[in-house]
């Protein structure tokens, strides 16, 4: 079925679902989306679908949608012909969302919404991109980026380009994001979302945008020139060789719980779009109030033409989904199998396509880490936990870490599985930032509004000594290798890695690890004050991890070597050189290890990770013809010196200066 407004040869199909509604208008508006100059009544078509074909109207015309039948909350029945609802097929709104109180108004208490609500726009998509395969790959590095807060401050960014999708084409931008060697941008939702209902009142926005309304309009503020800057941006990004992937939220929407306002899919048929108790309340899997129902049918559809939608008319590489088990809950039980899972999967438009789980909801047994069928690759905060521990100095995390940089099999090898689907991240948009890891021991989340109670409160963070900004030179140098050696971690990491914009030049939120309602500085990037010399080092991390694959190489490590390889794939070592024994894997105390990867294209090479605060002389396998010398030259690590503590060193064995080819002495 064909939802949405459709331009045909006669004028414009407009059309609706809901199984409940015992009547549904469309309503037409002026250019302006002020006066309403007609309504519509749709006509039943079976299976829930209401429609009217309109000689007159032409494209740019604005419209909404309003329904009736019951009014019965407590049974999951919210129409009201007074609240204009906007089509959850529209691919472009006028304007932004505001909250008001009388969007949430009981029927026949909040007059019409019409002066409050965006009007959809009757638009024709463009002609489709033509298919392309995705640019990323597993092991890629992934770049996660907040729109607004990416350029809002960035001085080679014209004024008025700033915050905006199109500033990301900007060649300052792409320079930028080449010197990293990123793989692909992941834009943080770009879609229309509405702020929660309590932030006006403190002054306060969602900076976010995880709280959607219509799945495929994308947000005026951040995409002005509506999809084609988004299709614009995306090819600029390709030929620069970096894909685009978008960050969707499918799980809830902005309509929240029972005091929530009714903009779209509640005022059309709450009771299949969202996740019912039986006694008529909404299930609250997400956080936020309600849950998508997204092992309905409609609803089911409506995802997947959201995804086609993108890909086609835009161009995306691929798809991240927040609190993915929704979409795999069927009965409200998570099913690996489920039909949207392996529909978005198998589908001709998608299958190829980058797809990242977030494998978490709060819902029951939410918890899906390393549950999610391939290809579906997985945000892996098992490994941000443990690699923060190991760095933090707890006991007994030389093991945690070695299974994080080898893959995490233990996560993503059940059934056999030789290669991981891991996405290893040691800070994302929700948490502290990298900067704040080694600077704050404590979340200080007080502009928020909420009293500190909101974001988490084990951060596995620690501040070097004092907390927050300091002049003590000492706890700064400490905080400045504490940033590298977490860098460096996640660059020599198996399977695919993420940064976060602003963490590879030390970017801060003051300790804030819930920045979701700071619209200003708190998570503007800081261009002029970056750190250059951390953001050099995280450009030759990149570097590094571009010339050795093997890296960056999807498949578990596993200590044997490959067919017709001399070497295993990686022996585990302590700082003498000798292999870790049962007694040095089980040493508590123990927060040194080198990782020697098997020959890469004429030589091994070597992470010698040194955890303690103390100094440290590393000692290296030798082989005749063979030299070990630093694989980072900006970073000259010297085996006759002690590698410094808290830090990680780089080495590679090339063959000594004429020393015969091996193969041939």
């Known amino acids: 079925m064909t939802l949405g407004a459709t331009i045909t040869p006669e004028g414009i199909r407009f059309a609706a679902w809901s199984s409940s509604a015992r009547r549904l208008w469309v309503s037409l508006f002026d250019d302006s989306g002020t006066r309403e100059v007609e309504r519509l009544e749709l006509k039943p078509e079976g299976e829930g679908v209401h429609a009217l074909s309109v000689s007159g109207p032409v494209p740019g015309t604005r419209y909404g949608f309003r329904a009736d039948g019951d009014y019965a909350p407590e049974r999951g029945l919210w129409f009201d012909p007074d609240k204009l609802l906007t089509d959850p097929y529209a691919i472009e709104i006028d304007r932004p969302y505001q909250y008001h109180w009388r969007l949430a108004a009981k029927r026949n208490e909040g007059a019409d919404t019409a002066s409050l609500m965006p009007k959809a726009i009757v638009v024709a998509p463009p002609e489709a991109v033509a298919p392309l395969p995705p640019l990323f790959k597993p092991g890629g590095l992934i770049y996660e980026l907040n729109v607004r807060s990416f350029t809002k401050l960035h001085p080679d960014i014209p004024g008025a380009q700033r915050g905006t ?16 060697g990123v793989s692909a941008v992941e834009l943080m939702p770009v879609t229309a979302s509405i702020d929660e209902r309590h932030l006006p009142p403190l002054g306060l926005s969602n900076a976010w945008g995880y709280n959607p309304v219509t799945f495929m309009a994308l947000d005026p503020r951040l995409a002005p020139g509506g999809l084609k800057e988004l299709r614009d941006t995306v090819a600029a990004l390709r030929e620069a060789g970096i894909g685009t992937i978008l960050d969707l939220v499918f799980n809830h929407t902005g309509e929240s ?17 969202y996740r019912h108790q039986p006694d008529g309340r909404l299930v609250n899997d997400t956080g936020t109030g309600n849950t998508v129902a997204c092992d309905h049918p409609v609803a089911r559809e409506m995802v997947l033409d959201t995804l086609r939608h ?8 691929g798809f991240r989904f927040d609190l993915a088990p929704v979409l795999g809950r069927v009965d409200g039980a998570f099913d690996p199998d489920a039909p949207l899972l392996r529909a978005i999967a198998g589908d001709s438009v998608l299958a190829d396509r980058v797809l990242i789980a977030e494998p978490w909801d709060i819902g029951p047994n939410g918890y899906q880490l390393g549950n999610f069928r391939p290809p579906y690759l997985e945000w892996n905060d098992r490994y941000r936990d443990d690699v923060r521990r190991f760095w933090r100095g707890d006991a007994g995390a030389i093991g945690a870490l070695a299974t994080r940089l080898a893959g995490s099999s233990d996560v993503f090898g059940r059934e056999g599985r030789p290669t991981t689907r891991s996405v290893n991240f040691i800070a994302a948009h929700d948490g502290m930032s990298l900067a704040d890891i080694v600077a704050y021991e404590r979340k200080h989340n007080e502009a928020n ?23 003590d030179e000492a706890i700064s140098l400490a905080r400045s290798s504490d940033r590298r050696g977490l860098l460096a971690t996640l660059f020599a990491s198996r399977g695919t890695i993420m940064l976060t914009a602003g963490d590879e030049f030390g970017r801060t939120q003051k300790g804030n690890n819930n920045a979701y309602a700071q619209d200003n500085a708190i998570t503007w990037l800081d261009w002029a004050g970056r750190d250059h010399a951390l953001e050099q080092y995280a450009s030759s991390l990149a570097a590094l991890r571009r010339a050795f694959p093997v890296l ?4 578990f490590l596993t200590g044997e070597p490959a067919d017709g390889e001399e070497f295993p794939d990686v022996a585990w070592l302590i700082e003498t050189g000798a292999p870790l024994g049962d007694t040095d894997w089980n040493d508590a105390g123990r927060h040194r290890l080198v990782m020697l990867l098997g020959d890469s294209g004429g030589g091994r090479l070597a992470v010698m990770i040194n955890g303690d605060r103390r ?30 503590g808290r830090s990680v060193g780089f080495m590679i064995e090339r063959r000594a200066a004429g020393s015969r080819n091996r193969k041939g002495s």
């Open 615 to 644: 100094q440290c002389v590393f000692t290296l396998p030798a082989r005749e013809g063979f030299e070990w010398r630093p694989a980072i030259e900006t970073q000259p690590v010297d085996l006759t010196r002690p590698l410094p």
């Open 449 to 471: 509004g909420e009293q500190n109670r909101d974001g988490h409160n084990d951060n596995l963070s620690w501040n070097n000594g004092a907390e927050g900004e300091t002049d």
């Open 257 to 273: 719980d029972r005091l929530g306002p009714t903009l779209s899919l509640r005022g059309l048929d709450a009771l299949a779009y």
């Open 552 to 555: 960056a190489d999807p498949h």
């Open 165 to 180: 999708i199109a500033a990301l084409a900007h060649p300052a931008i792409i320079e930028h994001l080449k010197r990293l």
């Open 310 to 317: 993108f890909v086609r008319f835009a161009g995306v590489d």
